[in-house]
């Protein structure tokens, strides 16, 4: 039987600031990363974000990021490797603290935007990243880009990982996803965005936009919930998968 | 014998920006309060702070407080109950996280500026922090302005509490400090500053600018390390309680 | 010919984060408060906000706010007076390089959040508010709270204000706002709203909500715009108005 | 005769929070460089500031920075050409109005930390701020590292620009500073950094740590102030230079 997480952002919301619909979206996920207060998220929403994932029986992971909620963590920042260590350690432990508080438990970790994407192409960033996570709890599982460092990392420093690919882009060559400034980048049709994931996860295979087949490790999907339609594309994600007998489940419960 | 504990704000630094003299405090005193990131402190500043406490055998607090680093925590801001609350779990939840890297253990909770001054005057500030630090842990200290609202909720949510007084300042016939805008508000010389605290510890008196004798409860001593001369200042009060024959411990080991 | 103004809070996202639907709000108001990026806004928001109010018309005016991004400048702080007046100047001022760089003009300010809400019930803010004002320019138009402190101060810095009504919220006995947390406190019908309007504007009256008529000097009136159905709502209050013979317009063309 | 421009960053304090001795500086300098509240400063403290640089008659500069008050805008941070463009208008913007309040002048614009040093090699960086210097008035003189592509933006743009040289820091063979974790990066005797700049201003040459001798353009002296002993070095700095003959002046006497 074949199996697919879907994991998404959630709690990125803080004070009065709405981001995204996590109330539509968390029946539809198998693992929410929540947002730790740096670039979304805030102590009460950390709170009541991780009541909902156990509301829904969805494994909770920690989503930190740059300290930057002007640019909602979008924007890349240069540090070093202790900062990035460090960084993590902090909003990782934080997180924990609301955890502990709903008797909940911590499966994953998942760096968000700017951080996320270079940890994926950074050795510096990524091994920092590993470390932090390893740090706190080495049976964490560390999520990161396919194919890249941050996977690389994380199995490097004894960690499970999570490998992600993504159900609404295409892919380029290089496996590298199509940058959203050009026209193809985003599949808009669920039902050819089901076509994708299901040659990830049945053959391990993606159809870059030249039409060019590249090999791809497939145990995440990511689901955006912060775009207008975001819960009506899950749902048909969701429902597109699991009608082609695919189900849907966190990493943690294949182990 | 008598013994009282000195307890300093300790990693209040961030970035390149640098408060206090930590490393010449710390060996003077018996408890570090660290700032959790949110009006001073970064992390990789946290984690350093919890390694120069274990080096000097200090106990470890954190020292939560509003989310305002441009004004260093000191305006009073308006929330509710549960905002204090869940501000409190984050910020002593990000320390602990550190204090597990390094082995050690978190003693008590400081809240600062603000956040003490409220929950000093403030029913619901003072319960919102009094619950939210025995959700954490129901074996921690918490530390307040003797006689005052933080220590009653404290005591009322079943905690171990520490009441502080003040070593540099004079007090007004109501108890309360003289404020910092009037001339006789600091206690400059540190001889008289032993006697104002041997006084306390010894007899629970303390006798204010009109001459008055009030009684006061005195568990620990607040040491201000972010002023021209702290250190000195401090050593000076260390020295002179130790030859009236006062031990500089905290509380904990007493218990 | 009756006329009246409608403003409302413009150019509040920040970053990625989408805050109203300035696009679809501009065409119906006659003033727009944009925001200065201390609670929502940042500088090219800002700036392209500034051009929005162009194209359509519409008054621009300064939107200052606590520094508090977390809370949307929604939460009261305590700050003295001339951090207030300091903290206008600032904010203002930045939004006039964005106005100088479009050749538009800066016609009005209006506080935003818990700073409207202080300056409407404390006289140091109120003064520190409409100081600061006047000591920018002082052919700015001071919009505050109708009855409100805010007024007076303008008035006393021989200011031209701007007294703000609501259409979407009922008033209690005493001439304040019925609070959001009564069930009552919304006026959902946009008909009743328009309703209301009218009545302040014409006889300068407003029922309350046990009947009683209290008397209210109405120039303009606020419009929501962050709110799910804000456009559609705002789009029936301004065509109810326009049916009744009331012209939309800003304060400054009727000079 | 020849002259030379101090010129010194100031205003970097903010809330209760000290950066460098402003008041023991200010009388050594001929520029000041005025934060604007985004990496360092304060409304209060950039009002204050114009004060004091006006009561010395030292020339006023901006000193934007990124918005990054957790760092010190000393981290750098991948913003595209029309985010620094605007980035520059909202803090130079915000200056000026507190310029205009203490009927003082503008003069320069001086970028902070790491947007200097982004600025000084990466040319989106540098042309963004040109453009934004020359949009918000063409008369203003723009500083930036002396040789690098913020002086040749500036002149590009058609601005007067001023070329910044370092009394205090070495020189490595391809004209760059050489950086501070080397051992020979610091110029600790002010004599020696007095003949730096004697030579620099004097004979366009700057002779680097391997002895060879390089082409520098010297407008201005970048004078520290945040260090232990600036004031004292700068002091040594100032009346060596006078010893010698030559005149401190800020750069738009010259003209």
């Given at each position: 039987?074949?199996?697919?997480?879907?994991n998404?952002?959630?709690?990125?919301?803080?004070?009065?600031?709405?981001?995204?619909?996590?109330?539509?979206?968390m029946?539809?996920?198998?693992?929410?990363?929540?947002?730790?207060?740096?670039?979304?998220?805030?102590?009460?929403?950390?709170?009541?974000?991780?009541?909902?994932?156990?509301?829904?029986?969805?494994?909770?992971?920690?989503?930190?990021?740059?300290?930057?909620?002007?640019?909602?963590?979008?924007?890349?920042?240069?540090?070093?490797?202790?900062?990035?260590?460090?960084?993590?350690?902090?909003?990782?432990?934080?997180?924990?603290?609301?955890?502990?508080?709903?008797?909940?438990?911590?499966?994953?970790?998942?760096?968000?935007?700017?951080?996320?994407?270079?940890?994926?192409?950074?050795k510096?960033y990524?091994?920092?990243?590993?470390?932090?996570?390893?740090?706190?709890?080495?049976?964490?599982?560390?999520?990161?880009?396919?194919?890249?460092?941050?996977?690389?990392?994380?199995?490097?420093?004894?960690?499970?990982?999570?490998?992600?690919?993504?159900?609404?882009?295409?892919?380029?060559?290089?496996?590298?996803?199509?940058?959203?400034?050009?026209?193809?980048?985003?599949?808009?049709?669920?039902?050819?965005?089901?076509?994708?994931?299901?040659?990830?996860?049945?053959?391990?295979?993606?159809?870059?936009?030249t039409?060019?087949?590249?090999?791809?490790?497939a145990?995440?999907?990511?689901?955006?919930?912060?775009?207008?339609?975001?819960?009506?594309?899950?749902?048909?994600?969701?429902?597109?998968?699991?009608q082609?007998?695919?189900?849907?489940?966190?990493?943690?419960?294949?182990?």
């Open positions: 039987m074949i199996s697919i997480d879907l998404c952002d959630m709690g990125e919301s803080f004070g009065p600031s709405i981001v995204g619909d996590d109330a539509a979206i029946p539809l996920i198998s693992s929410a990363n929540i947002a730790c207060g740096f670039h979304g998220g805030d102590p009460i929403v950390m709170n009541n974000t991780i009541k909902l994932a156990k509301q829904f029986g969805v494994s909770i992971g920690a989503h930190p990021s740059f300290f930057d909620l002007k640019n909602f963590g979008r924007k890349e920042i240069q540090l070093n490797e202790e900062e990035i260590f460090q960084l993590v350690i902090y909003q990782v432990s934080a997180l924990l603290g609301f955890i502990k508080l709903n008797n909940a438990k911590l499966i994953h970790v998942k760096p968000h935007g700017a951080l996320y994407n270079m940890a994926a192409r950074n510096t990524a091994v920092a990243i590993a470390k932090a996570v390893k740090a706190i709890d080495p049976q964490l599982i560390l999520y990161g880009l396919a194919g890249s460092y941050s996977i690389e990392a994380g199995l490097a420093a004894g960690l499970k990982t999570c490998a992600e690919v993504f159900a609404d882009r295409t892919y380029q060559d290089d496996g590298s996803l199509t940058p959203r400034s050009q026209p193809d980048a985003i599949i808009k049709d669920p039902a050819l965005a089901v076509e994708q994931v299901l040659m990830m996860v049945e053959n391990g295979k993606v159809k870059t936009i039409g060019k087949l590249l090999s791809v490790k145990e995440t999907v990511c689901i955006h919930g912060d775009t207008p339609g975001a819960a009506v594309y899950a749902k048909a994600i969701r429902k597109g998968l699991e082609r007998g695919v189900t849907i489940r966190s990493i943690k419960s294949e182990g």
